[in-house]
């Protein structure tokens, strides 16, 4: 069965403070994503990552950053967080190419005040 | 611009009926659709998908219909149940990329 965690599920930061996401997939799989998810937008992409060090910019990477350092973690980073970036983010990731179904984990909850 | 839409932001059904839940796209690249189901405080989980070579594909109570040349798909639950009441995201493989519609809020009321 395939797991995808996500370090924490709520979270409450202060404007300007650097914000950490991590989520760990324990299946192997090469492709990582970090979406957030806002009422009536559905998910958007921010960042997406195919291999250890390899990123890709998503539809809406502003505000973020990512790092890969090992196959099975991909982190989100907020480099000063923002009230407009509170949100539900969302982690996922694929098996190699053949497979189209995306495992999410839980989601972490994130407030900016 | 949205890609992938989701016109319907709830619909409400009684049990046991059908649900349609329906999604329009404008990309001709997707080549592959999935519907996801979300329950609140949960991360979403996939309920069944259509390669664009297909039109039909059915799993249990769940069918998915796809119209290549409309750009439309749709998702049918029959019959409907209160454990269905969740989001429903529709989105689309084009390459590397998964694209989300905005999501049905579906309610079946018992």
């Known amino acids: 069965d395939v797991k995808v965690t996500q370090s924490s599920r709520y979270l409450v930061k202060r404007t300007g403070e650097k914000v950490f996401l991590e989520c760990v997939q324990d299946m192997d799989h090469e492709n990582m994503f970090w979406y957030r998810q806002d009422p009536g937008l559905g998910l958007r992409l921010i960042y997406f990552s195919y291999d250890v060090k390899m990123k890709e910019k998503g539809d809406i990477p502003e505000g973020y950053s990512v790092s890969r350092e090992k196959k099975e973690r991909f982190s989100l980073i907020l480099e000063s967080a923002s009230t407009n970036q509170t949100s539900m983010y969302l982690c996922?990731?694929?098996?190699?190419?053949?497979?189209?179904?995306?495992?999410f984990g839980p989601g972490t909850r994130l407030t900016v005040t | 611009d949205q890609q992938v839409k989701q016109n319907s932001p709830s619909l409400s059904v009684q049990e046991g009926r059908i649900s349609i839940l329906n999604c329009d796209y404008t990309n001709s690249m997707f080549d592959y659709f999935l519907w996801y189901k979300k329950y609140p405080a949960e991360g979403p989980t996939f309920l069944i998908s259509i390669s664009s070579i297909k039109d039909k594909n059915e799993d249990g109570r769940f069918t998915v219909f796809l119209n290549k040349s409309a750009k439309h798909l749709s998702l049918h639950i029959v019959p409907s149940q209160p454990g269905d009441s969740a989001v429903y995201f529709c989105?689309?493989?084009?390459?590397?990329?998964?694209?989300f519609g905005g999501g049905t809020r579906l309610m079946v009321k018992p």
């Open positions: 989105a689309a493989w084009a390459g590397n990329m998964l694209t």
């Open positions: 996922a990731s694929t098996p190699p190419a053949g497979s189209y179904e995306q495992y």
